[in-house]
């Protein structure tokens, strides 16, 4: 990028960055202006200010108008640099100024498409890479016997390498000179850091080497000089009226998981407070940003004391082989693996957060009298769960017996309850008011097998046929669908997860929990329809609609309501209702031979149930982790917000908050993190901190 930078500066001397002043209505915190070249007034393209005049770095930016007129809008007091950036274009060269000016600035055409490419999200270099023929699995193929294309693709996208990663950015479509090139070079790369076991054991193990030739050739077409067979498109209608805010927090050696900004059954908790982070393995320090102020710091994570382990997940303690960047520091060191936080109408933070160590208390176990050990007993769980309360600064331990990994309040009549993700064979939940009683973990929680009603009797009965035995009308039968993603039905209060992330074609799954649980609780499946396939993170609407980011390119979308055969009994195994499904592709370049196909792979999708972004009520979005940004889906139209810098923004969840619901569109906004577990693989390299976005929506590009 310095390249680039060197080549604007000697263009702008060239006396080729002169405009004609145009005034622009602006206040004294606003910085306006008109972005031209010599091509003339430049729309759709993002002009940037930057400080470090505060603890956190703070960015803002905007995209012009189809007049190349622009407005920086509520700009704390500072020094800033300021320029342009756009597809077709190179960097400007940054201007100083500050807010209650005037400023025109002038963009700089790239001088070929080589160097425009360089500014192109990272799809459109990702779905540069090669995908095996069908001929290559199967019978006769060189792949693993029971590995299918479809879930080839998806370990490539976001069951595995997109699940963690950025693909297709500067950092990744090369590779660092000490580990060669091609097939070598990538076998090298990923045994690195404290990852590299488990990065290997996905592309050696589970798809059989396959991965690194295809992935070695991407890179080595590369550097020979191929580009994108497509090119971006700049932004428009909507898309012209986004304002993004970055600012980073934590430090160059850790990452963020997610954040938390508010409750999201009512977005004005916490308006205008502090933001919550979740390191996951990388820390057990807990970052808390204060978008007023700009300030950060961290609480700390803890563990019950006789907790032994050294570190959590993938936080091994010794990298398998030196990083580039770290060599054979071992930079993650978390022992509480918090995941993902959720805020209750109090403002308490809370978390999917590990506090001791792996084997359970005796009354999650065989001969407990506990209501769910009495039916599954359970002797493990891998991650609990955890609260900050911010007014009294404590951090409290919950230790739950089923494992947690992402959580969700009830509503209604039972807004009381916390459903949570990760409990594997089965679906955990806590009543916190219960618990903020009494501190009593054991009779606060409960946990259900997932149980069909295969008889279609309408309940759950005693002595149902084991995951493991054929399927026998008679009698329930038991699965194993472990939640991924939770959600409560704002239609019925059912809870909804996603299920099968890391095996077969995927399904939505319903608990309905009945009067008492478990002992009620029943169990439908809906499985994917091909060719659709790989749910990851999912959310549900005020309808009911569950929203699925999918790895085959799509968010999904299902309707329980348009299924027209029955919904229990011996035929409901999940493959009974396709008419609930419908498949929206989300936008960007696909990979080749693939016929139409986005290599989108977003990881998380959450609903905008109160409409605190401004696009309405019960918007579906998504993160689009190779589109640098998020990913909103309106009246069919696929709607990009774009964090244009730094490069190589990578989101794994989001939610939005309404600071003021009387302050129109500036009381508005999304709040998400980069959630790389790599953050030195950005724009800007090592040094690079987490970064927290802050996405607002104006009526027009202009307002201020």
């Not at 070695?216 to 209608?237: Q, V």
């Not at 600012?247 to 059954?265: C, G």
């Not at 046929?465 to 939770?486: H, Q, S």
């Amino acid at each position: 990028m310095a390249r680039l930078g060197l080549l604007a500066a000697g263009i702008a001397a060239l006396g080729l960055c002169s405009v004609t002043a145009q005034e622009i209505a602006i206040d004294d915190d606003d910085i306006g202006g008109v972005v031209t070249s010599i091509n003339g007034p430049e729309a759709g393209v993002w002009v940037i200010a930057e400080t470090k005049d505060f603890e956190t770095r703070f960015i803002k930016a905007v995209v012009t108008d189809d007049q190349g007129r622009y407005v920086l809008p509520d700009l704390p007091s500072a020094n800033y640099d300021i320029w342009v950036r756009g597809y077709g274009l190179v960097d400007s060269p940054k201007s100083r100024s500050g807010p209650g000016v005037h400023l025109n600035l002038t963009a700089v055409p790239a001088p070929d498409d080589a160097t425009a490419a360089q500014y192109y999200p990272a799809i459109y270099w990702y779905s540069m890479l090669g995908i095996p023929g069908e001929n290559e699995f199967g019978e006769g193929g060189d792949m693993p016997a029971d590995l299918t294309r479809e879930t080839y693709i998806n370990v490539i996208k976001n069951r595995a390498c997109v699940g963690c990663h950025q693909l297709g950015q500067l950092a990744t479509r090369t590779i660092p000179h000490q580990f060669g090139t091609g097939v070598e070079g990538w076998m090298r790369r990923t045994q690195s850091g404290q990852a590299g076991e488990s990065m290997t054991a996905q592309l050696a193990g589970d798809i059989g080497m396959t991965p690194y030739e295809y992935f070695g050739d991407w890179t080595d077409r590369i550097a020979a000089g191929e580009l994108p067979h497509t090119k971006p498109e700049r932004p428009s209608g909507e898309e012209r009226n986004i304002v993004v805010t970055v600012r980073d927090w934590l430090n160059e050696k850790h990452y963020l998981h997610d954040l938390i900004s508010t409750d999201k059954r009512n977005p004005t908790v916490n308006g205008y407070g502090p933001v919550y982070g979740s390191p996951e393995y990388s820390t057990d320090d807990f970052p808390i940003l204060d978008p007023i102020t700009n300030k950060a710091w961290t609480i700390k994570g803890e563990t019950m004391p006789g907790t032994d382990y050294d570190r959590a997940g993938h936080a091994i303690a010794k990298p398998a082989m030196p990083s580039a960047y770290w060599g054979d520091e071992a930079i993650w060191n978390s022992r509480a693996s918090n995941h993902n936080p959720m805020l209750d109408a109090d403002g308490r933070v809370w978390y999917a957060a590990r506090v001791r160590n792996a084997d359970n208390p005796d009354y999650c176990k065989a001969g407990s009298d506990h209501p769910s050990a009495k039916l599954t007993p359970l002797d493990r769980s891998s991650r609990q769960l955890s609260f900050y309360d911010p007014k009294s600064e404590e951090y409290v331990m919950v230790d739950t017996c089923y494992g947690t990994h992402h959580l969700q309040f009830g509503l209604g009549k039972d807004s009381h309850m916390l459903y949570t993700s990760g409990g594997g064979s089965v679906f955990g939940w806590l009543n916190a008011e219960k618990f903020l009683e009494t501190r009593d973990a054991e009779n606060a929680m409960g946990w259900t097998a997932m149980v069909l009603d295969t008889n279609g009797n309408g309940k759950r009965d005693e002595g149902y046929a084991a995951p493991n035995e054929p399927l026998d009308p008679t009698r329930d039968k038991r699965i194993f669908a472990g939640f991924y993603a939770v959600m409560p039905s704002p239609l019925d209060g059912s809870i909804w997860g996603t299920a099968g992330v890391f095996g077969g074609s995927g399904m939505v799954v319903r608990i309905e929990m009945g009067d008492n649980p478990p002992e009620t609780a029943i169990t439908e499946v809906f499985n994917v329809p091909a060719p659709y396939f790989g749910p990851r993170g999912g959310d549900i609407d005020s309808n009911g609609v569950v929203w699925v980011s999918l790895g085959s390119g799509h968010i999904g979308s299902f309707d329980r309501r348009k299924c027209t055969g029955p919904l229990n009994g011996p035929e409901a195994t999940g493959d009974h209702c396709p008419e609930g499904w419908d498949f929206y592709q989300y936008p960007g370049p696909g990979f080749e031979g693939l016929g139409e196909n986005s290599a989108e792979s977003s990881y998380y999708s959450w609903v905008d149930q109160h409409n605190t972004f401004g696009l309405g009520n019960d918007i579906p979005m998504s993160t689009g982790n190779l589109n640098d940004g998020l990913i909103a889906l309106k009246d069919g139209k696929m709607i990009t917000l774009r964090v244009p810098y730094p490069m190589g923004f990578y989101a794994k969840g989001l939610d939005g908050r309404i600071d003021d619901p009387n302050a129109g569109w500036k009381g508005r906004g999304l709040w998400t993190t980069s959630g790389d577990r790599t953050p030195w693989l950005m724009e800007g390299g090592k040094g690079s901190k987490p970064l927290v976005v802050h996405f607002q929506l104006r009526p027009e590009p202009l307002a201020k």
